[in-house]
Protein backbone atom coordinates (compact mmCIF):
# COMPACT_ATOMS: atom_id res chain seq x y z
CA UNK A 1 0.00 0.00 0.00
CA UNK A 2 1.09 3.82 -0.70
CA UNK A 3 0.03 6.53 1.64
CA UNK A 4 0.83 10.36 0.51
CA UNK A 5 0.78 12.88 3.55
CA UNK A 6 0.15 16.92 2.94
CA UNK A 7 0.74 19.87 4.50
CA UNK A 8 1.87 23.14 3.98
CA UNK A 9 4.13 22.76 7.41
CA UNK A 10 7.14 20.83 6.61
CA UNK A 11 7.82 20.20 9.70
CA UNK A 12 4.45 18.63 10.44
CA UNK A 13 4.83 16.10 7.21
CA UNK A 14 8.30 15.49 8.13
CA UNK A 15 7.47 14.99 11.65
CA UNK A 16 4.70 12.74 10.74
CA UNK A 17 6.68 10.84 8.09
CA UNK A 18 9.48 9.93 9.92
CA UNK A 19 7.91 8.92 13.69
CA UNK A 20 5.06 6.44 12.39
CA UNK A 21 6.33 2.67 11.70
CA UNK A 22 4.86 2.66 8.53
CA UNK A 23 6.77 -1.06 7.45
CA UNK A 24 5.01 -2.18 10.43
CA UNK A 25 1.84 -1.25 8.78
CA UNK A 26 2.13 -3.06 5.34
CA UNK A 27 2.75 0.60 3.87
CA UNK A 28 5.50 -0.16 0.83
CA UNK A 29 5.44 4.09 0.29
CA UNK A 30 5.06 6.90 1.87
CA UNK A 31 5.31 10.04 -0.18
CA UNK A 32 4.92 13.62 0.82
CA UNK A 33 3.65 16.72 -0.36
CA UNK A 34 3.72 20.51 0.80
CA UNK A 35 0.95 21.79 -0.97
CA UNK A 36 -2.64 20.41 -2.87
CA UNK A 37 -0.48 21.26 -6.16
CA UNK A 38 2.37 19.21 -5.33
CA UNK A 39 0.16 16.28 -4.04
CA UNK A 40 -1.81 16.54 -7.60
CA UNK A 41 1.30 15.44 -9.37
CA UNK A 42 1.90 12.53 -6.94
CA UNK A 43 -1.65 11.40 -7.80
CA UNK A 44 -1.16 11.51 -11.43
CA UNK A 45 1.83 9.43 -11.53
CA UNK A 46 1.35 6.99 -8.48
CA UNK A 47 -1.55 5.05 -7.35
CA UNK A 48 -2.35 6.27 -3.62
CA UNK A 49 -4.34 4.60 -1.47
CA UNK A 50 -4.37 6.80 1.93
CA UNK A 51 -4.34 10.32 1.69
CA UNK A 52 -3.47 12.27 5.09
CA UNK A 53 -4.11 15.69 4.33
CA UNK A 54 -4.72 19.08 6.06
CA UNK A 55 -7.44 20.99 5.58
CA UNK A 56 -6.45 24.62 5.26
CA UNK A 57 -4.25 25.20 3.04
CA UNK A 58 -3.40 27.83 0.77
CA UNK A 59 -4.16 28.36 -3.02
CA UNK A 60 -6.24 24.94 -2.20
CA UNK A 61 -7.41 23.47 0.45
CA UNK A 62 -7.96 19.73 1.37
CA UNK A 63 -11.30 19.51 0.63
CA UNK A 64 -11.08 20.95 -2.93
CA UNK A 65 -8.24 18.13 -3.20
CA UNK A 66 -9.93 15.16 -2.54
CA UNK A 67 -12.65 16.71 -4.56
CA UNK A 68 -10.30 16.23 -7.53
CA UNK A 69 -9.16 12.49 -6.21
CA UNK A 70 -12.83 11.35 -5.79
CA UNK A 71 -12.60 11.75 -9.58
CA UNK A 72 -9.21 9.92 -10.47
CA UNK A 73 -9.12 7.58 -7.76
CA UNK A 74 -12.01 7.15 -6.32
CA UNK A 75 -10.99 4.04 -3.87
CA UNK A 76 -8.38 5.94 -2.18
CA UNK A 77 -9.40 6.62 1.51
CA UNK A 78 -8.69 9.96 3.07
CA UNK A 79 -7.49 11.13 7.12
CA UNK A 80 -7.99 14.63 7.70
CA UNK A 81 -5.63 16.28 10.00
CA UNK A 82 -6.62 20.03 11.11
CA UNK A 83 -6.34 22.34 13.83
CA UNK A 84 -10.13 24.19 12.97
CA UNK A 85 -12.66 22.64 14.66
CA UNK A 86 -15.03 23.43 12.39
CA UNK A 87 -18.22 21.84 12.26
CA UNK A 88 -18.80 22.69 8.17
CA UNK A 89 -15.45 21.41 7.81
CA UNK A 90 -16.48 17.91 9.44
CA UNK A 91 -19.59 18.23 7.30
CA UNK A 92 -18.05 18.28 4.36
CA UNK A 93 -15.40 15.91 4.65
CA UNK A 94 -17.86 13.07 5.28
CA UNK A 95 -20.05 14.14 2.60
CA UNK A 96 -16.73 13.28 -0.04
CA UNK A 97 -16.54 9.74 2.34
CA UNK A 98 -13.23 10.63 4.65
CA UNK A 99 -12.63 8.04 6.60
CA UNK A 100 -11.52 10.34 9.93
CA UNK A 101 -11.61 14.01 11.22
CA UNK A 102 -8.65 14.02 13.25
CA UNK A 103 -7.92 17.38 15.12
CA UNK A 104 -4.88 18.59 16.07
CA UNK A 105 -2.53 18.61 17.95
CA UNK A 106 -3.20 14.66 18.60
CA UNK A 107 -0.37 12.20 19.86
CA UNK A 108 1.20 9.68 17.09
CA UNK A 109 -0.43 6.45 18.54
CA UNK A 110 -3.75 8.33 17.52
CA UNK A 111 -2.89 8.35 14.01
CA UNK A 112 -1.44 5.56 14.08
CA UNK A 113 -4.54 3.86 15.16
CA UNK A 114 -6.50 5.66 12.36
CA UNK A 115 -4.51 4.29 9.82
CA UNK A 116 -4.02 0.87 11.11
CA UNK A 117 -8.27 0.76 10.67
CA UNK A 118 -8.54 2.27 7.04
CA UNK A 119 -5.82 -0.14 6.18
CA UNK A 120 -8.59 -3.05 7.85
CA UNK A 121 -11.28 -1.16 5.53
CA UNK A 122 -8.82 -1.39 2.75
CA UNK A 123 -8.12 -5.66 3.27
CA UNK A 124 -11.64 -6.20 3.44
CA UNK A 125 -13.18 -4.52 0.20
CA UNK A 126 -10.03 -6.22 -1.81
CA UNK A 127 -11.49 -9.28 -0.33
CA UNK A 128 -14.92 -8.64 -1.40
CA UNK A 129 -13.74 -7.62 -4.29
CA UNK A 130 -11.82 -10.50 -5.09
CA UNK A 131 -14.46 -12.58 -3.86
CA UNK A 132 -16.63 -10.98 -6.47
CA UNK A 133 -14.61 -11.86 -9.07
CA UNK A 134 -13.79 -15.55 -7.88
CA UNK A 135 -18.29 -15.64 -8.09
CA UNK A 136 -18.44 -14.73 -11.49
CA UNK A 137 -15.84 -17.07 -12.30
CA UNK A 138 -17.86 -19.56 -10.97
CA UNK A 139 -20.72 -18.37 -12.49
CA UNK A 140 -19.20 -18.25 -15.71
CA UNK A 141 -17.99 -22.06 -15.16
CA UNK A 142 -21.61 -22.81 -14.09
CA UNK A 143 -22.67 -21.30 -17.76
CA UNK A 144 -20.46 -23.57 -19.48
CA UNK A 145 -21.42 -26.28 -17.65
CA UNK A 146 -24.80 -26.33 -18.45
CA UNK A 147 -24.34 -25.29 -21.92
CA UNK A 148 -22.54 -28.80 -22.91
CA UNK A 149 -24.00 -30.89 -20.58
CA UNK A 150 -20.96 -32.19 -18.95
CA UNK A 151 -22.97 -34.56 -17.06
CA UNK A 152 -22.52 -33.50 -13.49
CA UNK A 153 -25.82 -33.99 -11.53
CA UNK A 154 -24.99 -31.34 -9.23
CA UNK A 155 -24.69 -28.40 -11.31
CA UNK A 156 -28.62 -27.69 -11.53
CA UNK A 157 -28.59 -27.88 -7.74
CA UNK A 158 -25.38 -25.36 -7.33
CA UNK A 159 -27.50 -22.59 -9.57
CA UNK A 160 -30.36 -21.29 -7.03
CA UNK A 161 -27.08 -20.82 -4.72
CA UNK A 162 -25.54 -18.51 -6.80
CA UNK A 163 -28.20 -15.64 -6.70
CA UNK A 164 -27.59 -15.34 -2.68
CA UNK A 165 -31.36 -16.50 -1.90
CA UNK A 166 -33.72 -19.36 -2.26
CA UNK A 167 -37.38 -19.91 -2.22
CA UNK A 168 -39.43 -23.52 -2.05
CA UNK A 169 -40.43 -23.21 -4.90
CA UNK A 170 -38.19 -20.95 -6.74
CA UNK A 171 -38.86 -20.40 -11.02
CA UNK A 172 -36.04 -19.76 -13.68
CA UNK A 173 -36.32 -17.78 -16.72
CA UNK A 174 -33.07 -18.74 -19.27
CA UNK A 175 -32.28 -16.28 -22.45
CA UNK A 176 -29.55 -16.48 -24.45
CA UNK A 177 -28.00 -13.13 -25.94
CA UNK A 178 -25.46 -13.53 -28.77
CA UNK A 179 -23.59 -10.73 -30.64
CA UNK A 180 -24.13 -11.27 -34.24
CA UNK A 181 -21.86 -8.24 -35.42
CA UNK A 182 -18.21 -8.40 -35.06
CA UNK A 183 -17.17 -7.46 -31.85
CA UNK A 184 -14.34 -7.97 -29.52
CA UNK A 185 -15.22 -6.45 -26.20
CA UNK A 186 -17.60 -8.12 -23.36
CA UNK A 187 -20.53 -6.69 -22.80
CA UNK A 188 -21.45 -9.10 -19.92
CA UNK A 189 -21.66 -5.95 -17.44
CA UNK A 190 -24.06 -3.37 -20.07
CA UNK A 191 -26.59 -7.06 -20.01
CA UNK A 192 -26.48 -7.24 -16.82
CA UNK A 193 -27.15 -4.20 -16.02
CA UNK A 194 -30.14 -3.74 -18.69
CA UNK A 195 -31.50 -7.17 -17.34
CA UNK A 196 -31.51 -5.79 -13.76
CA UNK A 197 -33.25 -2.13 -14.94
CA UNK A 198 -35.97 -3.51 -17.02
CA UNK A 199 -37.09 -5.95 -14.07
CA UNK A 200 -36.09 -3.33 -11.19
CA UNK A 201 -40.08 -3.08 -10.19
CA UNK A 202 -40.18 -7.16 -9.64
CA UNK A 203 -38.01 -6.24 -6.54
CA UNK A 204 -37.67 -10.33 -5.83
CA UNK A 205 -36.59 -11.02 -9.39
CA UNK A 206 -32.98 -11.92 -9.28
CA UNK A 207 -30.73 -11.81 -12.44
CA UNK A 208 -27.06 -13.45 -12.89
CA UNK A 209 -25.38 -13.32 -16.95
CA UNK A 210 -23.15 -16.22 -17.82
CA UNK A 211 -20.10 -15.48 -20.11
CA UNK A 212 -19.67 -17.90 -22.58
CA UNK A 213 -17.74 -16.22 -24.33
CA UNK A 214 -17.01 -12.29 -25.16
CA UNK A 215 -20.02 -12.89 -27.81
CA UNK A 216 -21.89 -14.97 -26.12
CA UNK A 217 -24.31 -14.82 -22.97
CA UNK A 218 -26.71 -16.95 -20.90
CA UNK A 219 -29.13 -14.73 -18.81
CA UNK A 220 -30.91 -16.46 -16.05
CA UNK A 221 -33.73 -14.95 -14.22
CA UNK A 222 -34.93 -16.30 -10.91
CA UNK A 223 -38.07 -15.64 -8.58
CA UNK A 224 -41.01 -17.10 -6.94
CA UNK A 225 -43.66 -18.07 -9.28
CA UNK A 226 -45.94 -15.10 -9.17
CA UNK A 227 -43.28 -12.74 -10.59
CA UNK A 228 -42.12 -15.26 -13.07
CA UNK A 229 -44.72 -14.69 -15.83
CA UNK A 230 -44.16 -15.68 -19.37
CA UNK A 231 -45.75 -12.51 -20.97
CA UNK A 232 -44.23 -10.22 -18.80
CA UNK A 233 -40.36 -12.03 -19.04
CA UNK A 234 -40.69 -12.23 -22.85
CA UNK A 235 -41.82 -8.62 -22.51
CA UNK A 236 -38.81 -7.43 -19.97
CA UNK A 237 -36.28 -9.69 -22.97
CA UNK A 238 -38.16 -7.89 -25.52
CA UNK A 239 -37.04 -4.56 -24.15
CA UNK A 240 -33.80 -5.62 -23.00
CA UNK A 241 -33.21 -6.68 -27.07
CA UNK A 242 -34.12 -2.90 -27.71
CA UNK A 243 -31.98 -1.31 -25.68
CA UNK A 244 -28.88 -3.49 -26.23
CA UNK A 245 -29.27 -2.72 -30.28
CA UNK A 246 -28.78 1.08 -29.18
CA UNK A 247 -25.30 0.23 -28.35
CA UNK A 248 -22.19 1.60 -30.90
CA UNK A 249 -21.27 -0.84 -33.24
CA UNK A 250 -22.91 -3.89 -31.33
CA UNK A 251 -25.87 -5.72 -32.66
CA UNK A 252 -27.31 -8.39 -30.43
CA UNK A 253 -30.35 -11.05 -30.98
CA UNK A 254 -31.81 -12.19 -27.96
CA UNK A 255 -33.41 -16.24 -27.70
CA UNK A 256 -35.58 -16.59 -24.95
CA UNK A 257 -36.92 -19.63 -22.86
CA UNK A 258 -39.63 -20.26 -20.56
CA UNK A 259 -40.17 -20.54 -17.16
CA UNK A 260 -39.02 -23.80 -15.75
CA UNK A 261 -37.54 -25.54 -12.71
CA UNK A 262 -34.09 -26.50 -12.22
CA UNK A 263 -33.67 -28.80 -15.14
CA UNK A 264 -32.05 -25.85 -16.86
CA UNK A 265 -29.64 -27.65 -19.61
CA UNK A 266 -32.49 -29.01 -21.97
CA UNK A 267 -33.74 -25.58 -22.19
CA UNK A 268 -30.78 -23.67 -22.52
CA UNK A 269 -29.37 -25.96 -24.93
CA UNK A 270 -32.57 -25.47 -27.27
CA UNK A 271 -31.66 -21.89 -26.64
CA UNK A 272 -28.08 -22.52 -28.24
CA UNK A 273 -29.56 -23.97 -31.24
CA UNK A 274 -31.51 -21.35 -31.93
CA UNK A 275 -28.25 -18.92 -32.18
CA UNK A 276 -26.56 -21.78 -33.92
CA UNK A 277 -29.34 -21.60 -36.57
CA UNK A 278 -28.88 -17.94 -36.91
CA UNK A 279 -26.99 -18.73 -39.96
CA UNK A 280 -27.59 -15.17 -41.13
CA UNK A 281 -26.61 -13.59 -37.96
CA UNK A 282 -29.37 -11.55 -37.69
CA UNK A 283 -29.89 -9.23 -35.18
CA UNK A 284 -33.73 -11.16 -34.03
CA UNK A 285 -35.47 -11.31 -30.41
CA UNK A 286 -37.04 -14.75 -30.67
CA UNK A 287 -38.99 -17.50 -28.51
CA UNK A 288 -37.61 -21.35 -28.58
CA UNK A 289 -39.30 -22.96 -31.59
CA UNK A 290 -39.31 -26.44 -33.09
CA UNK A 291 -35.79 -26.57 -35.34
CA UNK A 292 -36.62 -28.34 -38.42
CA UNK A 293 -34.68 -31.42 -39.63
CA UNK A 294 -33.14 -31.25 -42.60
CA UNK A 295 -34.59 -33.11 -45.82
CA UNK A 296 -32.86 -34.44 -48.52
CA UNK A 297 -35.17 -34.04 -50.91
CA UNK A 298 -34.97 -30.10 -49.87
CA UNK A 299 -31.29 -29.81 -50.56
CA UNK A 300 -32.04 -31.85 -54.07
CA UNK A 301 -33.34 -28.73 -55.40
CA UNK A 302 -29.91 -27.59 -55.90
CA UNK A 303 -28.82 -30.54 -57.88
CA UNK A 304 -25.26 -30.40 -56.62
CA UNK A 305 -24.04 -33.71 -58.38
CA UNK A 306 -23.80 -31.42 -61.03
CA UNK A 307 -21.23 -28.56 -59.07
CA UNK A 308 -17.93 -30.72 -60.40
CA UNK A 309 -18.54 -30.39 -63.97
CA UNK A 310 -19.31 -27.00 -63.85
CA UNK A 311 -16.60 -25.97 -61.64
CA UNK A 312 -14.13 -27.80 -64.00
CA UNK A 313 -15.65 -25.60 -66.73
CA UNK A 314 -14.55 -22.35 -65.13
CA UNK A 315 -18.09 -21.85 -64.36
CA UNK A 316 -17.99 -20.97 -60.46
CA UNK A 317 -19.76 -17.95 -60.15
CA UNK A 318 -22.65 -19.91 -61.53
CA UNK A 319 -22.92 -22.43 -58.19
CA UNK A 320 -22.19 -19.59 -56.17
CA UNK A 321 -25.07 -17.49 -57.06
CA UNK A 322 -27.20 -20.54 -56.83
CA UNK A 323 -25.86 -21.56 -53.13
CA UNK A 324 -26.87 -17.82 -52.39
CA UNK A 325 -30.32 -17.85 -53.48
CA UNK A 326 -30.85 -21.14 -51.94
CA UNK A 327 -29.62 -19.84 -48.54
CA UNK A 328 -32.18 -16.85 -48.60
CA UNK A 329 -34.94 -19.17 -49.98
CA UNK A 330 -34.43 -21.32 -47.03
CA UNK A 331 -34.17 -18.73 -44.09
CA UNK A 332 -37.62 -17.18 -45.63
CA UNK A 333 -38.60 -20.63 -45.26
CA UNK A 334 -37.76 -21.17 -42.18
CA UNK A 335 -35.92 -24.03 -42.99
CA UNK A 336 -31.94 -22.78 -42.81
CA UNK A 337 -30.48 -24.93 -39.74
CA UNK A 338 -27.01 -25.69 -39.06
CA UNK A 339 -26.99 -28.69 -40.33
CA UNK A 340 -28.30 -28.18 -43.68
CA UNK A 341 -24.88 -25.57 -44.04
CA UNK A 342 -23.00 -28.83 -42.66
CA UNK A 343 -24.35 -30.83 -45.84
CA UNK A 344 -24.22 -28.03 -48.42
CA UNK A 345 -20.37 -27.21 -47.09
CA UNK A 346 -19.32 -30.91 -47.56
CA UNK A 347 -21.59 -31.52 -51.44
CA UNK A 348 -19.41 -27.94 -52.07
CA UNK A 349 -16.02 -29.31 -50.63
CA UNK A 350 -15.91 -32.25 -52.21
CA UNK A 351 -16.97 -31.04 -55.71
CA UNK A 352 -14.08 -28.47 -55.65
CA UNK A 353 -11.87 -31.70 -54.07
CA UNK A 354 -12.95 -34.14 -57.50
CA UNK A 355 -11.51 -31.03 -59.51
CA UNK A 356 -8.47 -30.65 -57.78
CA UNK A 357 -7.72 -34.35 -57.99
CA UNK A 358 -7.15 -34.22 -61.33
CA UNK A 359 -4.55 -31.96 -61.12
CA UNK A 360 -2.55 -34.27 -58.68
CA UNK A 361 -3.35 -31.65 -55.64
CA UNK A 362 -5.32 -31.03 -52.75
CA UNK A 363 -7.45 -28.46 -50.85
CA UNK A 364 -4.54 -28.69 -48.19
CA UNK A 365 -1.80 -27.57 -51.06
CA UNK A 366 -3.65 -24.06 -51.37
CA UNK A 367 -4.53 -23.63 -48.05
CA UNK A 368 -1.93 -22.02 -45.95
CA UNK A 369 -0.84 -18.65 -43.72
CA UNK A 370 -3.93 -16.36 -43.19
CA UNK A 371 -6.74 -18.85 -44.07
CA UNK A 372 -5.96 -22.66 -42.74
CA UNK A 373 -8.15 -25.85 -43.56
CA UNK A 374 -9.58 -25.27 -39.93
CA UNK A 375 -10.92 -22.07 -41.12
CA UNK A 376 -12.37 -23.81 -43.98
CA UNK A 377 -13.72 -26.75 -41.88
CA UNK A 378 -15.57 -24.13 -39.79
CA UNK A 379 -16.67 -22.06 -42.62
CA UNK A 380 -20.15 -23.52 -42.41
CA UNK A 381 -20.87 -21.95 -39.04
CA UNK A 382 -22.53 -18.77 -40.80
CA UNK A 383 -23.85 -16.93 -43.96
CA UNK A 384 -20.84 -14.51 -44.23
CA UNK A 385 -18.28 -17.24 -43.86
CA UNK A 386 -19.52 -19.72 -45.82
CA UNK A 387 -19.92 -17.51 -49.06
CA UNK A 388 -15.95 -15.95 -48.39
CA UNK A 389 -15.31 -19.48 -48.24
CA UNK A 390 -16.76 -20.27 -51.41
CA UNK A 391 -14.81 -17.39 -53.22
CA UNK A 392 -11.84 -18.16 -51.66
CA UNK A 393 -12.45 -22.16 -52.98
CA UNK A 394 -13.64 -20.41 -56.59
CA UNK A 395 -10.01 -18.58 -56.79
CA UNK A 396 -7.89 -21.81 -55.78
CA UNK A 397 -9.66 -23.59 -58.53
CA UNK A 398 -8.94 -20.70 -61.21
CA UNK A 399 -5.37 -21.01 -60.00
CA UNK A 400 -5.13 -24.74 -59.97
CA UNK A 401 -6.54 -24.59 -63.71
CA UNK A 402 -3.82 -22.19 -64.83
CA UNK A 403 -6.24 -19.83 -66.48
CA UNK A 404 -5.58 -17.13 -64.38
CA UNK A 405 -2.45 -17.57 -62.83
CA UNK A 406 -0.47 -15.35 -65.51
CA UNK A 407 -3.05 -12.65 -64.86
CA UNK A 408 -2.92 -12.45 -61.26
CA UNK A 409 1.12 -12.26 -61.27
CA UNK A 410 0.96 -9.57 -63.97
CA UNK A 411 -1.90 -7.28 -61.26
CA UNK A 412 0.73 -7.70 -58.61
CA UNK A 413 3.25 -6.58 -61.11
CA UNK A 414 1.40 -4.03 -61.77
CA UNK A 415 0.28 -3.13 -57.95
CA UNK A 416 4.03 -3.14 -57.53
CA UNK A 417 4.47 -0.69 -59.59
CA UNK A 418 1.50 1.66 -58.74
CA UNK A 419 3.06 1.69 -54.87
CA UNK A 420 6.71 1.91 -55.62
CA UNK A 421 7.21 4.97 -53.07
CA UNK A 422 5.63 2.74 -49.97
CA UNK A 423 6.97 -0.56 -48.25
CA UNK A 424 4.44 -2.45 -49.61
CA UNK A 425 4.27 -6.44 -48.25
CA UNK A 426 3.57 -9.73 -49.37
CA UNK A 427 0.38 -10.31 -47.39
CA UNK A 428 -0.84 -6.73 -49.11
CA UNK A 429 -0.21 -8.06 -52.41
CA UNK A 430 -1.39 -11.43 -52.02
CA UNK A 431 -4.77 -10.24 -50.92
CA UNK A 432 -4.87 -7.41 -53.53
CA UNK A 433 -5.44 -10.03 -55.68
CA UNK A 434 -7.11 -12.90 -54.18
CA UNK A 435 -4.80 -15.03 -53.28
CA UNK A 436 -3.27 -17.33 -50.31
CA UNK A 437 -0.30 -15.83 -49.09
CA UNK A 438 1.86 -18.99 -49.05
CA UNK A 439 0.57 -20.16 -52.65
CA UNK A 440 1.23 -16.87 -54.03
CA UNK A 441 4.86 -16.32 -53.23
CA UNK A 442 5.12 -19.83 -54.88
CA UNK A 443 3.39 -18.57 -58.09
CA UNK A 444 5.24 -15.33 -58.35
CA UNK A 445 8.72 -17.06 -58.23
CA UNK A 446 7.72 -19.57 -60.60
CA UNK A 447 6.22 -16.66 -63.11
CA UNK A 448 9.00 -13.91 -62.34
CA UNK A 449 12.09 -16.32 -61.54
CA UNK A 450 12.71 -14.73 -58.09
CA UNK A 451 11.26 -13.95 -54.78
CA UNK A 452 8.64 -11.62 -53.95
CA UNK A 453 11.11 -9.78 -51.42
CA UNK A 454 13.90 -9.53 -54.33
CA UNK A 455 11.25 -8.65 -56.88
CA UNK A 456 10.25 -5.49 -54.81
CA UNK A 457 13.71 -4.37 -54.46
CA UNK A 458 15.06 -4.80 -57.55
CA UNK A 459 11.82 -2.52 -59.23
CA UNK A 460 12.91 -0.11 -56.69
CA UNK A 461 16.40 0.16 -57.14
CA UNK A 462 16.01 0.41 -60.69
CA UNK A 463 13.47 3.49 -60.49
CA UNK A 464 16.14 4.81 -58.48
CA UNK A 465 18.63 4.56 -61.28
CA UNK A 466 16.73 6.38 -63.24
CA UNK A 467 16.16 8.74 -61.30
CA UNK A 468 20.04 9.54 -60.55
CA UNK A 469 20.44 9.15 -63.98
CA UNK A 470 18.12 12.13 -64.82
CA UNK A 471 17.02 14.03 -62.67
CA UNK A 472 19.06 16.68 -60.03
CA UNK A 473 16.84 15.05 -56.47
CA UNK A 474 19.31 14.64 -53.31
CA UNK A 475 19.92 10.74 -52.71
CA UNK A 476 17.64 11.01 -49.77
CA UNK A 477 14.91 12.34 -51.66
CA UNK A 478 15.21 9.96 -53.99
CA UNK A 479 15.36 7.07 -51.45
CA UNK A 480 12.00 8.45 -50.35
CA UNK A 481 10.62 8.34 -53.18
CA UNK A 482 11.42 4.47 -53.53
CA UNK A 483 9.77 3.44 -50.23
CA UNK A 484 12.83 3.84 -47.83
CA UNK A 485 12.52 6.13 -44.88
CA UNK A 486 16.77 5.36 -43.83
CA UNK A 487 19.11 7.09 -46.18
CA UNK A 488 21.93 4.39 -44.99
CA UNK A 489 19.67 1.68 -45.86
CA UNK A 490 19.28 2.86 -49.10
CA UNK A 491 22.63 3.30 -49.69
CA UNK A 492 23.19 -0.32 -48.57
CA UNK A 493 20.86 -2.08 -50.59
CA UNK A 494 21.90 0.31 -53.72
CA UNK A 495 25.81 -0.70 -52.84
CA UNK A 496 24.57 -4.71 -52.93
CA UNK A 497 22.86 -4.52 -55.97
CA UNK A 498 24.88 -1.97 -58.03
CA UNK A 499 28.23 -2.32 -56.58
CA UNK A 500 28.22 1.29 -56.35
CA UNK A 501 26.71 4.11 -54.10
CA UNK A 502 24.30 6.16 -55.12
CA UNK A 503 26.76 8.88 -55.85
CA UNK A 504 28.67 6.62 -57.23
CA UNK A 505 26.29 5.55 -59.58
CA UNK A 506 25.24 9.44 -60.38
CA UNK A 507 28.84 10.55 -60.76
CA UNK A 508 29.75 7.55 -63.77
CA UNK A 509 26.20 8.10 -65.63
CA UNK A 510 26.40 11.52 -65.38
CA UNK A 511 30.08 12.00 -66.77
CA UNK A 512 31.38 13.36 -64.26
Known sequence: MNVIVIDDQKAVVDSIYKNLAWKEFGIDEVFTAYSAKDARTVFNEKHIDIMLSDIEMPEESGLSLLRYVRKISP???????????????????????SFEYILQPCRYEEIAQTIKKVIVKINEKQHVQGFSANRQELINTMGAK??????????????????????????????????VSECKRSIRDRIEKTVKSVFASKKDISVIVMEISHCDYIVLCYGPPQDMQEPELYGGMNETFSVLNTIQNVKTAVYAGTACGPDLCSEIRQLHRMHENNILQKPVIMKIRPVPEVSKDYLCTLHPER???????????????????????????????????????????TAVNEVLQKSGRDISYYLLGNYTKMDLDNSYRTYDSF?????????????ASGETGQSRVEQAEKYIEENISRNITRTEVAQTVYLNEEYFSRL???????????????????????????????????????GYDNFSYFSKIFRQKEHKTPQEYRNVTKGI
Open 444 to 482: FKEETGCTFKDYVTNRKIEYAKQMLASTNFSISVIASKV
Open 307 to 349: WAGILENGNGLVIKEEIRLFIRKADAEGRITLPLMQVMHYLFI
Open 75 to 97: ATECIFLTSHADFSYAQEALRLG
Open 146 to 179: LLHASGEENVEKIIPGLFGRKYDDGVFFPAEIAV
Open 387 to 399: MNAVDIMLHVLQS
